[in-house]
């Protein structure tokens, strides 16, 4: 499973983050890119802070024995439990949390900011607690990423649960909003409908914004070879999902030897 190929992995949970691997497809048609998804529909409070932990540094290892020059944490969960985990890694990792938190704090002090997160994040205080900026609102978003996994996007459906879920927003001044993985993304017109003259952040371009300063950082770690995203993938990964959210070539790789998942190239 070793690779000699300097490589981008990505970490994500849920599938939340998934359809930033159309954008990074477009801005880095050069790079391998390795995709690992995990903990699908799990309910972390069932499980002990160690099972999470050891979980997280499996998946971890695997995209290491891959060799990346960067590893790009989209799971926020990934953060709350094993933050310094991955401080501790000879490879960069930069991560969905600092990201958002530190567009909120530079880019949109003077704004009325919406923040969308899954509940269980929005309890944990993991972005409320580093941002600097007092007065913004916050929304729990679990409705609207069922929306996205569920292949509801631009049906009446999902209009419905937007104008639901951002119902407190109505009649409120919103400047921004901006969500915690790269998904929510794909509702903007659902967003646009129901909070107008709101503007939906890209998260997806904020993540390449970000991969583009590490890369700067060490201009050798560019290369020009033949791009490829790689989907790693285990018996409880669902491919309907990648078919349904993504447009670019991906290929599908198992995550253990003994998985009845078969390579596979969309």
């Not at 890694?89 to 969308?116: F, G, Q």
Request: hydrophobic share 40%.
């Amino acid at each position: 499973m070793a690779s000699v190929v300097s490589s981008i992995g990505i970490l994500d949970i849920n599938y939340s983050s998934i359809s930033v691997l159309d954008k990074l497809s477009v801005d880095y048609p050069n790079e391998v890119i390795y995709y690992l998804n995990d903990f699908n529909g799990a309910n972390l409070d069932e499980w002990s802070h160690r099972s999470i932990l050891d979980k997280i540094k499996e998946d971890t290892n695997i995209l290491l024995s891959y060799n990346p020059k960067l590893i790009v944490v989209l799971g926020s969960e990934y953060i709350e439990y094993a933050k310094e985990y991955f401080l501790e890694l000879n490879v960069p990792v930069v991560n969905i949390v600092d990201i958002v938190v530190d567009t909120i704090n530079n880019e949109y002090s003077k704004k009325n900011i919406a923040l969308l997160i899954k509940s269980t994040i929005h309890q944990a205080n993991l972005y409320q607690r580093n941002i600097e900026y007092a007065h913004f609102y916050q929304i729990d978003d679990d409705d609207l990423e069922r929306i996205v996994i569920n292949n509801k996007v631009k049906t009446g459906i999902s209009f419905d649960v937007t104008k639901k879920v951002l119902a407190e927003l109505a009649h409120k001044s919103v400047d921004v909003i901006i969500g915690a993985n790269c998904n929510v993304g794909l509702l903007g017109v659902e967003v646009k409908e129901s909070i107008p003259k709101a503007n939906l952040v890209n998260v997806s371009a904020l993540v390449v914004k970000k991969i583009n300063g590490c890369l700067d950082v060490n201009e050798g770690a560019r290369i020009k070879g033949k791009g490829k995203v790689n989907i790693i993938v285990d018996n409880e990964f669902d491919l309907n999902i990648a078919k349904n959210l993504l447009d670019c070539k991906y290929y599908v790789i198992p995550k253990y030897d003994n998985d009845n998942k078969k390579r596979d190239i969309k």
